[in-house]
């Protein structure tokens, strides 16, 4: 297997850091990539405004997670006590999988000096080392140079990594720009992060921004809310914004609604059962006995709790989506449009979702009852129980179109 180990403080992640992994991944042919997060750089030290090392850590597992399954976040060196020097990674990584080829990732700069770094022969002893470079013409010569200098003296494997032309802006330069954006500045650091990311560092205030949750644009919620769920995730609620939003508009509710609802509608899908819990104890959400012991039932609950308490939205966007996974009855247009957005937006794929997205367009009362029905059947072939909100809301609406 080979691994690639690509460190550094990511204070914070951005886009460049994920187009040097995804070039790496491609290139060497990886097998696993670990992203690992330092304690305490020895070249330099953090600055003032650094994030904590638990939210690098996290901020590196989102991006982890926007790379694709070979990705992971690795808290390695932030277990570790005292400076964080590579000869000690790549060491620990050797005896954790001693049969595997290890590849250290790292920039041109530190390529050039890494004789110069505590102990390199330890590291040359256990990985090979990738070197970025964005312009192999004119650093080709530069490189040979220094890979046979490494090779002589050190017995090293080295290899080059061309990066796609991306721009280049420091980590530094990224906080000032994240600060700036919230004291009049004319900027966009959105632009340089993956969208998660970004969303995290406004949840949590990070890099002087001062995010007000409850008076975000819907770009800035939409951020916040992706930062929440996993990356497989973000397709189907992309799907159901734009679904919801069409739907609103044909239907004369308001679309502005529909996308805040569509957007915030599984913020809260990948809580443990203990964290559903917890919240629903925090906002005074009732429960009834199916919903206590059924997380799958829960995120509805704490995804309409954090909609209002915590992003101010508008009780007809917080009901939608606490029905919005078993529906209830008495349930308004407003209502069914999320619920059917969410069940038959794009990038669902199932025997009779053609049949329901027809008939979205023409009676929505139909389609939920379709949509329900479908819903019992696939849960009575999983043995699964069926909420009593989904048999009262088929009933109901049974009655009214018979």
């Keep these: 297997m080979k691994i690639g180990i690509y460190g550094g403080t990511f204070d914070p992640p951005h886009l460049a850091h994920m187009a040097a992994a995804r070039a790496a991944m491609d290139q060497l042919e990886l097998d696993r990539l670990l992203i690992i ?31 694709g399954p070979k990705a992971e976040a690795s808290d390695l ?49 256990y990985a090979g080392v990738a070197a970025f470079s964005r312009n192999h013409e004119d650093t080709g010569e530069m490189f040979q140079e220094q890979s046979e200098n490494l090779e002589r003296r050190f017995h090293a494997r080295t290899t080059i990594i061309d990066l796609p032309q991306v721009m280049e802006l420091s980590s530094r330069d990224l906080r000032r720009m994240l600060a700036a954006e919230w004291n009049g500045g004319n900027v966009d650091p959105g632009q340089f992060f993956w969208t998660p990311v970004y969303g995290y560092i406004l949840r949590q205030g990070l890099f002087g921004t001062q995010a007000e949750m409850k008076k975000l644009s819907d770009k800035h919620l939409r951020a916040v809310s992706y930062s929440m769920v996993k990356a497989k995730r973000l397709p189907h609620i992309k799907g159901t914004e734009e679904t919801a939003v069409a739907l609103a508009k044909f239907w004369g509710e308001d679309p502005d609604q529909a996308r805040r609802a569509a957007i915030l509608h599984d913020c809260t899908k990948y809580w443990t059962l203990e964290e559903q819990l917890a919240a629903c104890e925090k906002y005074n959400v009732y429960l009834d006995p199916m919903e206590r012991e059924g997380v799958k039932f829960l995120h509805s609950k704490t995804g309409a709790a954090l909609a209002r308490h915590v992003f101010g939205e508008p009780e007809k966007v917080c009901n939608a989506i606490d029905c919005h996974t078993t529906g209830k009855p008495g349930m308004n247009t407003f209502d069914k449009i999320l619920y059917l957005a969410d069940y038959m937006e794009p990038s669902r794929d199932f025997e009779g979702v053609e049949e329901l997205r027809r008939l979205v367009w023409t009676d929505l009362d139909r389609a939920m009852v379709l949509g329900l029905e479908m819903t019992m059947e696939e849960l009575k072939e999983k043995g699964a129980i069926v909420h009593p909100n989904t048999l009262g809301t088929l009933e109901e609406l049974r009655g009214r179109l018979s």
């Design 37 to 67: 997060p330092d304690q305490e750089p020895p070249h330099k030290g953090l600055p003032a405004d650094a994030a904590s090392p638990q939210q690098r850590l996290e901020m590196a597992d989102l991006m982890a997670d926007g790379l």
């Design 77 to 125: 060196e932030l277990n570790r006590e005292g400076k964080s020097y590579t000869a000690d990674t790549v060491e620990q990584l050797h005896q954790s999988f001693p049969g595997d080829e290890l590849w250290l990732l790292m920039g041109t700069d530190m390529f050039l000096t890494i004789e110069n770094w505590y102990q390199p022969e330890r590291i040359f002893q």
